[in-house]
């Protein structure tokens, strides 16, 4: 079993800065790509940030230049730090993690339970 877990979402003013967490646990081999989506009211699913297992990062257009992806191989652990928040970047964030559960197993993404982020004065 195979298990992400989020932490770090909550309320910040316009302009602020809050660090998002996420941790795999379980039966890991390896894992590949780690990021975050996020999801709005009334709108769809999109990408924010990717990171390859090598640290080769990616970002969205609109997040590019205030938020900063990272990971910890060694605790299996992807962040992203946010900072100059706008009320824009209000939405459900989830993580997600390509993991190989054994060495002769196809990969699959997991997904982790999603936090509220909440830009507004």
């Known amino acids: 079993q195979v298990q992400l877990v989020e932490s770090g979402g909550g309320l910040v003013q316009p302009g602020g800065s809050l660090r998002l967490s996420c941790e795999a646990s379980g039966s890991i081999f390896r894992i590949d790509d780690m990021g975050w989506f996020r999801q709005a009211p009334g709108l769809e699913r999109e990408l924010v940030a990717t990171?390859?297992?090598?640290?080769?990062?990616d970002y969205a257009i609109s997040v590019k230049g205030r938020f900063t992806i990272s990971r910890d191989n060694a605790k299996n652990t992807v962040y992203l730090q946010m900072n100059s928040l706008e009320p824009e970047d209000t939405a459900v964030y989830y993580c997600?993690?390509?993991?190989?559960?054994?060495?002769?197993?196809?990969?699959?993404?997991?997904w982790g339970q999603g936090t509220q982020v909440t830009g507004s004065s």
């Open positions: 997600f993690a390509d993991i190989f559960r054994t060495s002769s197993e196809y990969g699959r993404r997991y």
């Open positions: 990171i390859t297992s090598g640290g080769t990062a």
